[in-house]
């Protein structure tokens, strides 16, 4: 990545964190098997072990703390943090303390006892509403805690809660290393991309990536939309696509973008044939047609193997490509094959690549590909909200370098 992408945020390398109590937000906000309440996917606690290990070597005290879940402001029992921490100190083969609140005296005494090097464990930061109403004295006695705030939890910054943006008002707050790498890369391709620079886009709806569209229309040589959101782009150029959702005050979007795409030089390419279906389940059978030919009686549930090809052209000229929506239906067998020959690609591809949005990032990483891109963003919805050029209120709070 180009130095002149390097993140406006002071990070943790930027201070001095030896012997202070460094309070880190994580987000460790991992799926849980419900039955066993076993961690199905430890990913999220992997991303941020570069920042605890720098902490600990840089002989830090490092107090952590995530959410979990919705307990939505009252202690649930299957929500507690021990499991989580009880992983990372397996990860990182160190010990990991736990404390059975986020507050209060006895969290008070465990944090005043920490030695150099040692992590503390805090129990989950949304057993309290406080937390989420941004409680300016909560916020406080989080505060009170540390002499220290670093944030790694990107993927909540886009809420402005009292562990995210309520605490960093009362301490130096500063970017951990995952923090500081999503900022880099996807400030990265904003502002200094590689060209050609080609963006793949799809999902179920175009109305939730049209500020998207909007914000990286002028800055990509080449727009690629499949997904169910190409239906809407379809129909705006005439074609019959049958019981596909189209969203009719979009046509018309739809059909400014594909102006706008024109001017800035752009080139926009929709799926040229598709996979339909009489109905998006697990029985259903899909069969490939051109887009002249979609039946006014069947879905849009996926690309057709032509589009893949056309698409793998255009992404193989590319010097960045960045992703994000699912070309088809993938959750259900039959209409996956579109999004994983794609995510294949990508996957071997020289370019500089990034990925964001919750589904996506889920496809790379149950497709253990996650380490062949240049980025995959932890963020979900904070990485699309970045990428529109939204202030993130946890990025905000964060101090200038
Ligand atoms: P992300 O979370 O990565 O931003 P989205 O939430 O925009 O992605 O899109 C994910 C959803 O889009 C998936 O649930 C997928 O089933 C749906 N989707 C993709 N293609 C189609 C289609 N042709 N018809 C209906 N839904 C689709
Ligand atoms: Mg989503």
Not at 208 to 237: E, P, R, W, Y
Not at 288 to 298: A, E, F, H
Not at 345 to 359: E, H, R
């Amino acid at each position: 990545m180009d130095e002149k992408a390097k993140v406006a945020k002071k990070t943790v390398q930027d201070i001095e964190v030896e012997g202070k109590v460094v309070f880190v937000r994580v987000d460790f906000n991992v799926p849980l098997d419900m039955r066993t309440g076993a961690i199905t996917d430890d990913s999220r606690i992997r991303a941020a072990l570069p920042t605890i290990r720098y902490l600990v070597d840089h002989r830090a005290k490092v107090i952590l703390c995530s959410h979990l879940g919705r307990p939505d402001g009252k202690v649930v029992e299957e929500l507690r943090m021990g499991p989580v921490a009880q992983r990372l100190s397996q990860l990182t083969d160190l010990p990991v303390s736990i404390v059975s609140d986020s507050i209060g005296n006895q969290v008070q005494e465990a944090a005043d006892d920490l030695k150099n090097g040692r992590i503390l464990f805090l129990e989950n930061i949304r057993f309290h509403a406080e937390e989420e109403a941004n409680d300016p004295s909560f916020a406080q006695a989080l505060a009170k805690l540390a002499d220290i705030y670093v944030d790694d939890a990107f993927g909540t910054t886009h809420r402005a809660h009292a562990s995210t943006v309520g605490v960093a008002q009362y301490l130096p707050a500063v970017a951990g290393l995952l923090m500081e790498k999503e900022l880099t890369s996807l400030t990265g391709i904003l502002t200094n991309p590689e060209h050609p620079f080609g963006a793949l886009l799809g999902g179920a709806k175009v109305s939730d990536k049209i500020s998207l569209i909007h914000s990286i229309s002028d800055k990509i040589d080449v727009l690629l939309i499949g997904g169910g959101m190409a239906a809407t782009f379809l129909k705006a150029q005439g074609y019959e696509v049958g019981f596909s959702l189209i969203e009719a005050d979009k046509e018309d979007l739809a059909h400014q973008l594909l102006e706008v795409a024109g001017h800035n030089g752009a080139s926009l390419l929709l799926p040229v044939d598709v996979v339909v279906s009489d109905s998006i389940s697990e029985q259903a059978a899909g069969e490939v047609v051109q887009i002249t030919g979609i039946p006014p009686n069947k879905y849009i549930a996926d690309i057709g193997p032509q589009t893949v090809e056309l698409f793998s052209q255009e992404i193989k000229k590319c010097r960045t490509i960045f992703w994000n929506g699912p070309m088809g239906v993938y959750e259900i067998p039959p209409f996956t094959r579109g999004t994983r020959a794609l995510v294949e690609l990508l996957a071997n591809v020289k370019a500089t690549t990034v990925v964001g949005g919750g589904s996506t990032a889920e496809i790379v990483e149950e497709m253990n590909l996650t380490h062949k891109m240049t980025h995959v963003s932890t963020g979900g919805a904070a990485s699309l909200k970045f990428l529109e050029g939204q202030t993130l209120p946890g990025v905000a709070a964060l101090l200038d370098r």
